[in-house]
């Protein structure tokens, strides 16, 4: 096993505990690729470096049959999921419970639990079916079928159909944007169908001691079952690597390509080579003494705020991204981990973790264009501010080579990626190199520290290694 993020640990305990004796190699000095955790402001505060909030964790019916807390993992929610806050009016805002969440939009209560009931009810169902490779026959037809024609417009287009007020269409519209699409592109609305979903059926947690825990404990599971981690080694061809019956590799495809080398089947090498990256993301830590000032109540008891305005801006500005143009006033999304899990912070000094939109490779400096948005809904948040570190697309993509640009979904969420990541094939985690198999997010189902590209990619393996006997 190559990489030892969310889905390369998830893939190698999906191994192991069929038997296979299984060692994960990681070139950075810890383990958890986009899960991991450490003090990047002051001594004391605690910062995920990149994912956060873990509403399809839950969802995973792979990581849900792990049990792994038994292994220390705990999950805390806030006490409001999601937040959006609007230059004027009420903010829009997402409760796990979906009658809360009713009450709170009004007008559009009623529209929003006929679009939204059916879907958390039956979102297990849902997350088996989506979780998977698209090409299979599905136990659950009905539900794929309702969550496919409600996502098949474009989610501005959406937005507009099912909601009046600038709350419900905001706070869909900023779920939406997670995808990192144009709003306007045809099926952009399906994530943001599947996070708020998953909110109203598993709430937006977060992992207690940081998203550091999640590997960790999957790295547990997997020392349990016999397999090893070896960190600090790099890996840059399969020829480095001892005798196998099997190799899977968590990495880009660009990076897999370079690792495969000329073993690669040509039509795989084509496909690798012509992966698309998306828009990148800028990021910045900050240590803040009391928290963010919200104006509004909700946000300073919500575990993620999303800071785009209305749904003509959010739609303004990933447009512009897409089209590699910086808007003035990028899409941001804020996480306030500590509010469910106070031993992230120090005193009355808590971290806040926050990242903005950008074109991908974006070299620039959003630091004062993410400050700007804070300031708008929280005024007084500079005054606050003790110490920050920024994180731009370069400084990504160095902590995480799978980060190409700065992209942190490991490819671009286009039509023709979301449906056949990462190349055209029966079986899209293999290389067509006997026995090697790619396992990263750019495989099915995509981004998310759920696992299941890592155990769709185990179950390849395990097909190829039954008939080597």
Aim: charge should be positive; hydrophobic fraction near 45%; charged fraction near 15%.
């Amino acid at each position: 096993m190559v990489g030892a993020g969310p889905n390369g640990l998830a893939a190698a305990v999906a191994l192991a505990r069929e038997g296979v004796a299984v060692t994960v190699l990681e070139q950075a000095a810890t383990i958890g690729g986009g899960t991991r955790s450490g003090e990047l402001t002051l001594p004391g505060l605690l910062h995920d470096h990149c994912a956060a909030v873990h509403p399809m964790a839950l969802a995973s019916p792979f990581l849900r049959s792990l049990d792994l807390e038994r292994h220390g993992l705990r999950w805390r929610r806030p006490e409001v999921d999601l937040a959006h806050p609007l230059n004027q009016g009420e903010p829009g805002v997402l409760h796990q419970s979906i009658e809360r969440t009713v009450a709170g939009l009004g007008a559009d209560g009623a529209a929003w639990r006929r679009v939204f009931g059916p879907l958390a009810a039956e979102f297990d169902a849902l997350a088996e079916e989506v979780m998977r490779p698209p090409l299979h026959l599905p136990a659950h037809p009905g539900p794929l079928l309702r969550l496919a024609l409600r996502a098949a417009p474009p989610a501005a287009a959406l937005a507009r159909a099912a909601w009046r007020t600038p709350q419900a269409r905001a706070l869909f519209a900023g779920t939406a944007a997670h995808a990192v699409r144009p709003l306007g592109a045809l099926g952009s609305g399906a994530i943001g169908l599947l996070l708020l979903a998953a909110g109203h059926r598993h709430g937006w947690p977060v992992a207690q001691g940081g998203s550091q825990a999640v590997a960790e404990a999957l790295a547990a599971r997997l020392r349990e079952l016999g397999g090893r981690v070896e960190t600090g080694v790099r890996v840059r061809s399969l020829t480095e690597l001892p005798p196998g019956a099997a190799v899977l590799l968590d990495l880009a495809p660009r990076e897999a390509h370079a690792v495969c080398g000329s073993r690669l089947p040509a039509r795989t090498a084509r496909a690798y080579a012509r992966w698309q990256h998306g828009p990148g993301a800028f990021k910045l830590d900050l240590a803040m003494e009391g928290g963010i000032p919200w104006r509004d109540e909700a946000c300073r008891r919500a575990g993620t705020v999303h800071l785009g305005g209305t749904l003509a801006e959010i739609g303004h500005a990933e447009r512009a991204i897409a089209q590699g143009r910086m808007p003035e006033r990028p899409f941001v999304l804020v996480s306030q981990q500590y509010l469910a899990d106070p031993g992230r912070s120090a005193g009355s000094v808590h971290p806040v973790w926050a990242y903005a939109h950008v074109p991908s490779g974006w070299r620039g400096d959003a630091t004062e264009a993410v400050l700007a948005q804070l300031e708008r809904f929280a005024p007084g948040t500079r005054e606050r501010i003790l110490a920050q570190t920024v994180s731009g697309p370069a400084q990504l993509a160095a902590d995480n080579p799978n980060f190409v640009g700065g992209d942190i979904l490991t490819g671009a969420n286009t039509a023709r990626q979301l449906l056949l990541r990462p190349r055209a094939a029966l079986d899209p985690y293999a290389t067509g190199i006997p026995g090697v198999y790619l396992c990263s997010a750019a495989t099915p189902p995509g981004p998310g520290v759920h696992g299941m590209c890592g155990y769709g990619a185990a179950r390849s393996a395990l097909r190829h290694l039954a008939v080597r006997g």
